[in-house]
């Protein structure tokens, strides 16, 4: 299997390190949510608004934003 980002080997649908950065999004966007209450999509636009953002956060927020699965709350959705 390949990532779907960049193409490298992974066991699930991103590389660890894409892996690694998609488990960022989801614990940071626990504070997010308690300090602003946001909505997951919300957070994901906002992520990529953010000039500070490294480029692999970027990618998996974009590639997030688009799947209509990965719309709701992370906690709602089983662990990649």
Known sequence: ???EIC???AESRFC???KRAQENL???YEEWKRAMDITWEEY???????????LWV???ARILLASSE?????SMQEKV
């Open 1 to 3: 299997m390949k990532c």
């Open 7 to 9: 193409g490298r080997r």
């Open 16 to 18: 660890e390190l894409h």
């Open 26 to 28: 989801r614990e940071k």
């Open 44 to 54: 994901l636009r906002e992520v990529l608004k953010n000039p500070l953002t490294g």
């Open 58 to 60: 970027k990618e998996v």
């Open 70 to 74: 990965e719309k709701e709350a992370p």
